[in-house]
């Protein structure tokens, strides 16, 4: 394939890429362009568009020649113009789509389509073969890249990276990601940095570097750049042939030394600077103003062209310029253009990575939770049958989901540096961090090829934990309950992403998305305010869809079951909630799999037949702080009938969206048709809120503790009176019901009312004087009835 060839073949793309933006007739140019063939609203990024055709058409040219299984990953996705383009000169669209045909008529279509109602987004979707990132926020295509090449030691993922998109946080921390990645037994990621200088409005940051600025910076990251300079060559298609032939060399040389055995120093991993003009080979100037190889070609130029005579005689010469009549005659685009067409299992369009389904995915071998669950002491009058950490036990899981998966290595633990913090470090009898540079004797748990991913860049890690799950593999995201809302957008992207994708028929299965929060805000009472934010969760259950799941295992046997239960599910966005501190183990597994199963529960050991009123709680200490009411209740009004709904999981209830509720009963079965609720929830209290009005429960008879913003560095049981989440608020809460209800006097509720008032206040005192809580809450254990 000679220059001449790839120059031909950009040509034809640069041509649809601008057609696709301006033309709803004339697509060939076979008559003078009228106002009527320009679109009625312009919408489209062309700047962007050359520099995408020029690097994914010299890829082609190297997947051809070196036999490559090569993915692409477009950062500046509002360059989706291009990308279509060169879906539909390799022929992936047509398969896909087979109303557009690779022919005249399928050009019409295509160009018609593109950003038009009903037609095609004019950024990267899940619609579009091979894209696995949504193309709107930008920032996150190399961490993407670098999840996707994970266990994939055959697979290169080219990425190209916005100049603009560079100065973003997820970027400016995915450069250093070859630290994690060991070349023996995962893929590589070629990082192609498109310098053209300009975002929308302004210059670039790395635009306006030196070269040897640049390089210096990309040395001390540990990459060899190579720099490809349009303006600076004499033939730049003969540089970028030259580079990319040396970058593949080098990434098999030291894949090679790796795999065996010879590497002994950090590897250091291509990557290629590529400087173009922006908006390359279109109007020069328009209107006294510099358009090409300036910031006003970032989006449609010449955007007044269906009525301006000036800007559509420019638009046409500029269109014109391409020559396209010589490419495609018609029926056929010209030979060269077909020579850089990759055979059908190698065109970067259609890479059987990014599709989901048998070709890339394969569900986990999944253990059963028994051999992990508490079960020494559980009988039926004794429900509180020991103090269990759930993220011990979880850990314990997840070491087990890594050897029972490693022949196969398709699963991976990502934390930002908190695998030990977060008591989950039981997997380290399975594996090791992955850390590829330079250990020292007496680090723990650091090995090339560990399956534990730490780094402390919640935004990599997410952004590689996506591009693992849409590469068809498995992994779960533990954090800080706090720190997690950090990547909040980026989970909405996702969320569009998979929305999507599950519509489209040829994206088959991938796993869930799935996240653990824990140190969670209850037990934040050593870092205070700052470490306490149940954000995340409601961020979560807004997402549109049925695929968002929340839960609120109450202890460590419930805890169990739903990891078992996120990581067999697929095509989901799943979170667990639960504390990493030892806990009341309340339920056998055999409920607790009735409990996910129908996301809320009557729990017949703490409720009593045909009740006055009703607690539910959401969350671990949640719950167990309900059921410390419950055991007060009875001591202070026994008469008074109470019953306890554990809630599972608020998305069952179908947050957000009613079409999506799992639960087998309606709300009255647990909450009966017209007694007060008292409801003690993990988060903030408007989240539930939301969901008992979209049920049309009356707001009278409901109460909502939760999270309300207050902390402090102070005692475990302070942090839960400061919002009113403790068994004292929620006992004069069973008075008030107790008084209403004719049970106790209206003077009895005021006397004991009084006396709460005053244990509280008692409590308050002796925190303040100890520092600790008193012991009968420490030492709270659950007294059954007939005890
Ligand atoms: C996180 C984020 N912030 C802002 C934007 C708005 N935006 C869209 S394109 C763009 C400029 C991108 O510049 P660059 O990455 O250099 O892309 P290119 O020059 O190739 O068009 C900006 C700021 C965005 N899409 N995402
Ligand atoms: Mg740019």
Same mark, same amino acid.
């Given at each position: 394939?000679?220059?001449?060839?790839?120059?031909?073949?950009?040509?034809?793309?640069?041509?649809?890429?601008?057609?696709?933006?301006?033309?709803?007739?004339?697509?060939?140019?076979?008559?003078?362009?009228?106002?009527?063939?320009?679109?009625?609203?312009?919408?489209?990024?062309?700047?962007?568009?050359?520099?995408?055709?020029?690097?994914?058409?010299?890829?082609?040219?190297?997947?051809?020649?070196?036999?490559?299984?090569?993915?692409?990953?477009?950062?500046?996705?509002?360059?989706?113009?291009?990308?279509?383009?060169?879906?539909?000169?390799?022929?992936?669209?047509?398969?896909?789509?087979?109303?557009?045909?690779?022919?005249?008529?399928?050009?019409?279509?295509?160009?018609?389509?593109?950003?038009?109602? !009903?037609?095609?987004?004019?950024?990267?979707?899940?619609?579009?073969?091979?894209?696995?990132?949504?193309?709107?926020?930008?920032?996150?295509?190399?961490?993407?890249?670098?999840?996707?090449?994970?266990? /994939?030691?055959?697979?290169?993922?080219?990425?190209?990276?916005?100049?603009?998109?560079?100065?973003?946080?997820?970027?400016?921390?995915?450069?250093?990601?070859?630290?994690?990645?060991?070349?023996?037994?995962?893929?590589?990621?070629?990082?192609?940095?498109?310098?053209?200088?300009?975002?929308?409005?302004?210059?670039?940051?790395?635009?306006?570097?030196?070269?040897?600025?640049?390089?210096?910076?990309?040395?001390?990251?540990?990459?060899?750049?190579?720099?490809?300079?349009?303006?600076?060559?004499?033939?730049?298609?003969?540089?970028?042939?030259?580079?990319?032939?040396?970058?593949?060399?080098?990434?098999?040389?030291?894949?090679?030394?790796?795999?065996?055995?010879?590497?002994?120093?950090?590897?250091?991993?291509?990557?290629?600077?590529?400087? $173009?003009?922006?908006?390359?080979?279109?109007?020069?100037?328009?209107?006294?103003?510099?358009?090409?190889?300036?910031?006003?070609?970032?989006?449609?130029?010449?955007?007044?062209?269906?009525?301006?005579?000036?800007?559509?005689?420019?638009?046409?010469?500029?269109?014109?310029?391409?020559?396209?009549?010589?490419?495609?005659? +018609?029926?056929?685009?010209?030979?060269?253009?077909?020579?850089?067409?990759?055979?059908?299992?190698?065109?970067?369009?259609?890479?059987? !990575?990014?599709?989901?389904?048998?070709?890339?995915?394969?569900?986990?071998?999944?253990?059963?939770?028994?051999?992990?669950?508490?079960?020494?002491?559980?009988?039926?009058?004794?429900?509180?049958?020991?103090?269990?950490?759930?993220?011990?036990?979880?850990?314990?899981?997840? /070491?087990?989901?890594?050897?029972?998966?490693? +022949?196969?290595?398709?699963?991976?633990?990502?934390?930002?540096?908190?695998?030990?913090?977060?008591?989950?470090?039981?997997?380290?009898?399975?594996?090791?961090?992955?850390?590829?540079?330079?250990?020292?004797?007496?680090?723990?748990?650091?090995?090339?090829?560990?399956?534990?991913?730490?780094?402390?860049?919640?935004?990599?890690?997410?952004?590689?934990?996506?591009?693992?799950?849409?590469?068809?593999?498995? +992994?779960?995201?533990?954090?800080?309950?706090?720190?997690?809302?950090?990547?909040?957008?980026?989970?909405?992207?996702?969320?569009?992403?998979?929305?999507?994708?599950?519509?489209?028929?040829?994206?088959?299965?991938?796993?869930?998305?799935?996240?653990?929060?824990?140190?969670?805000?209850?037990?934040?009472?050593?870092?205070?305010?700052?470490?306490?934010?149940?954000?995340?969760?409601?961020?979560?259950?807004?997402?549109?869809?049925?695929?968002?799941?929340?839960?609120?295992?109450?202890?460590?046997?419930?805890?169990?079951?739903?990891?078992?239960?996120?990581?067999?599910?697929?095509?989901?966005?799943?979170?667990?909630?639960?504390?990493?501190?030892?806990?009341?183990?309340?339920?056998?597994?055999?409920?607790?799999?009735?409990?996910?199963?129908?996301?809320?529960?009557?729990?017949?050991?703490?409720?009593?037949?045909?009740?006055?009123?009703?607690?539910?709680?959401?969350?671990?200490?949640?719950?167990?702080?309900?059921?410390?009411?419950?055991?007060?209740?009875?001591?202070?009004?026994?008469?008074?009938?109470?019953?306890?709904?554990?809630?599972?999981?608020?998305?069952?209830?179908?947050?957000?969206?009613? +079409?999506?509720?799992?639960?087998?009963?309606?709300?009255?079965?647990?909450?009966?048709?017209?007694?007060?609720?008292?409801?003690?929830?993990?988060? !903030?209290?408007?989240?539930?809120?939301?969901?008992?009005?979209?049920?049309?429960?009356?707001?009278?008879?409901?109460?909502?503790?939760?999270?309300?913003?207050?902390?402090?560095?102070? $005692?475990?049981?302070?942090?839960?009176?400061?919002?009113?989440?403790?068994?004292?608020?929620?006992?004069?809460?069973?008075?008030?019901?107790?008084?209403?209800?004719?049970?106790?006097?209206?003077?009895?509720?005021?006397?004991?009312?009084?006396?709460?008032?005053? /244990?509280?206040?008692?409590?308050?005192?002796?925190?303040?004087?100890?520092?600790?809580?008193?012991?009968?809450?420490?030492?709270?254990?659950?007294?059954?009835?007939?005890?």
């Amino acid at each position: 394939m000679t220059n001449e060839a790839i120059k031909e073949a950009i040509r034809a793309a640069d041509y649809l890429s601008a057609a696709q933006i301006y033309l709803t007739g004339n697509y060939f140019l076979t008559e003078p362009l009228r106002p009527e063939h320009i679109k009625p609203r312009l919408l489209g990024h062309w700047g962007t568009c050359p520099g995408i055709n020029f690097t994914y058409m010299h890829l082609n040219r190297l997947i051809i020649e070196k036999q490559l299984s090569m993915m692409f990953v477009l950062g500046p996705g509002h360059g989706f113009p291009a990308i279509q383009a060169n879906l539909f000169l390799e022929g992936t669209l047509s398969k896909y789509y087979p109303e557009l045909p690779r022919t005249k008529e399928g050009i019409e279509r295509m160009a018609q389509r593109f950003s038009w109602p !009903y037609g095609f987004p004019s950024h990267s979707n899940p619609e579009a073969p091979g894209v696995i990132l949504e193309g709107g926020e930008l920032g996150y295509s190399l961490a993407t890249s670098f999840g996707a090449v994970l266990d /994939r030691p055959e697979l290169i993922a080219a990425c190209l990276v916005g100049d603009g998109e560079a100065e973003t946080g997820p970027t400016a921390t995915a450069w250093h990601l070859p630290k994690l990645l060991d070349p023996a037994k995962n893929g590589a990621v070629l990082p192609i940095l498109h310098l053209n200088g300009y975002k929308i409005s302004g210059p670039t940051f790395m635009g306006r570097m030196s070269d040897t600025e640049l390089s210096e910076l990309f040395r001390g990251y540990g990459y060899e750049p190579h720099i490809v300079d349009a303006y600076a060559a004499e033939d730049v298609h003969q540089v970028m042939r030259e580079t990319l032939d040396k970058a593949v060399a080098h990434i098999h040389f030291t894949q090679h030394c790796a795999r065996e055995g010879s590497l002994r120093e950090n590897p250091r991993w291509p990557m290629i600077i590529l400087r $173009t003009p922006k908006g390359w080979h279109s109007i020069k100037e328009l209107g006294g103003k510099r358009i090409e190889d300036n910031h006003y070609s970032h989006q449609v130029i010449a955007d007044g062209s269906r009525t301006k005579e000036e800007e559509r005689v420019a638009l046409e010469a500029w269109l014109r310029s391409y020559r396209f009549n010589e490419l495609f005659d +018609g029926e056929r685009f010209s030979p060269a253009i077909e020579s850089l067409i990759p055979s059908p299992e190698r065109r970067m369009g259609d890479s059987p !990575y990014t599709m989901g389904g048998e070709r890339a995915y394969q569900p986990l071998v999944l253990p059963e939770v028994t051999s992990l669950a508490y079960t020494a002491t559980c009988h039926i009058d004794n429900p509180q049958c020991g103090e269990v950490s759930s993220m011990e036990v979880v850990g314990q899981y997840l /070491r087990d989901v890594v050897r029972a998966n490693e +022949g196969v290595r398709n699963f991976r633990l990502f934390s930002p540096d908190e695998t030990y913090s977060n008591k989950l470090h039981a997997i380290f009898e399975a594996t090791a961090r992955c850390f590829v540079w330079p250990h020292k004797a007496w680090d723990k748990d650091l090995a090339w090829d560990g399956r534990v991913v730490e780094m402390l860049s919640e935004h990599s890690l997410q952004g590689m934990l996506q591009g693992y799950v849409l590469t068809g593999r498995h +992994g779960v995201f533990a954090s800080y309950e706090a720190f997690v809302q950090i990547i909040a957008s980026m989970v909405d992207q996702y969320a569009k992403f998979l929305h999507i994708a599950r519509e489209v028929q040829w994206r088959g299965p991938i796993a869930s998305l799935n996240y653990i929060l824990t140190s969670t805000g209850w037990r934040q009472e050593h870092n205070g305010f700052s470490h306490q934010n149940p954000g995340f969760i409601d961020d979560v259950l807004q997402r549109q869809g049925c695929f968002s799941n929340v839960y609120f295992p109450a202890d460590a046997n419930t805890a169990l079951v739903v990891m078992r239960r996120m990581l067999a599910s697929e095509r989901e966005i799943n979170v667990l909630v639960g504390e990493k501190r030892p806990l009341p183990v309340w339920r056998t597994v055999a409920q607790a799999e009735e409990d996910v199963r129908s996301g809320i529960a009557i729990w017949e050991f703490a409720s009593d037949a045909d009740p006055h009123m009703v607690f539910a709680a959401a969350g671990d200490y949640m719950t167990k702080e309900a059921l410390a009411a419950i055991t007060l209740v009875r001591k202070l009004v026994p008469a008074l009938r109470v019953r306890f709904v554990n809630i599972n999981s608020l998305s069952a209830l179908g947050m957000g969206a009613n +079409g999506c509720r799992v639960i087998p009963h309606d709300l009255d079965y647990y909450f009966t048709p017209d007694k007060p609720v008292i409801v003690n929830f993990h988060g !903030y209290p408007q989240t539930v809120k939301q969901i008992l009005f979209d049920y049309g429960v009356s707001a009278e008879r409901i109460t909502i503790h939760g999270y309300v913003e207050s902390g402090s560095t102070t $005692t475990v049981f302070d942090m839960m009176v400061r919002n009113s989440v403790d068994r004292y608020h929620l006992v004069m809460e069973a008075l008030r019901v107790a008084a209403d209800a004719g049970v106790i006097t209206e003077a009895t509720c005021v006397k004991e009312i009084a006396a709460l008032e005053e /244990r509280l206040a008692q409590h308050r005192a002796y925190v303040v004087a100890h520092g600790d809580d008193p012991e009968d809450i420490t030492n709270w254990v659950w007294e059954s009835r007939s005890l």
